[in-house]
């Protein structure tokens, strides 16, 4: 059984950071890519960022370009997200995802964790 468990979501003021991670269970990481996606309400679910450790390879959506960043610790089979210089509109919640097509396209998803909120004020 495959688990995903997000932590690290919280309420920030604009221009703040929050480092989110994602710990799973069932599956092994380092063999996976594996990605950041955030929903906010009203709106699809957009992905972030990807990372597939085994061909160093990583990706950003245009709008955190710069400012987040992926990583991994396959020694902990933990994806991480650190998010600077938030902005309101960065306000989702935020969902790790364990792809089968390294891309940013949420039906490319084969497991979701629950979500972790992320907050910013302006």
């Known amino acids: 059984q495959v688990q995903l468990v997000e932590s690290g979501g919280g309420s920030v003021q604009a221009g703040g950071s929050l480092r989110l991670s994602c710990a799973g269970s069932g599956l092994t990481f380092s063999n996976k890519c594996m990605g950041w996606f955030r929903q906010a309400p009203g709106k699809e679910r957009e992905g972030v960022a990807t990372?597939?450790?085994?061909?160093?390879?990583?990706y950003y959506a245009d709008s955190v370009k710069g400012r987040f960043t992926i990583s991994q610790d396959n020694a902990k089979n933990t994806v991480y997200l650190e998010m600077n210089s938030l902005k309101p509109e960065d306000s989702a919640m935020y969902y790790c995802?364990?792809?089968?097509?390294?891309?940013?396209?949420?039906?490319?998803?084969?497991?979701w964790g629950q979500g972790t909120q992320v907050t910013v004020s302006s």
């Open positions: 995802a364990a792809l089968s097509v390294c891309t940013l396209v949420a039906g490319n998803v084969r497991y």
């Open positions: 990372i597939y450790t085994r061909a160093d390879y990583t």
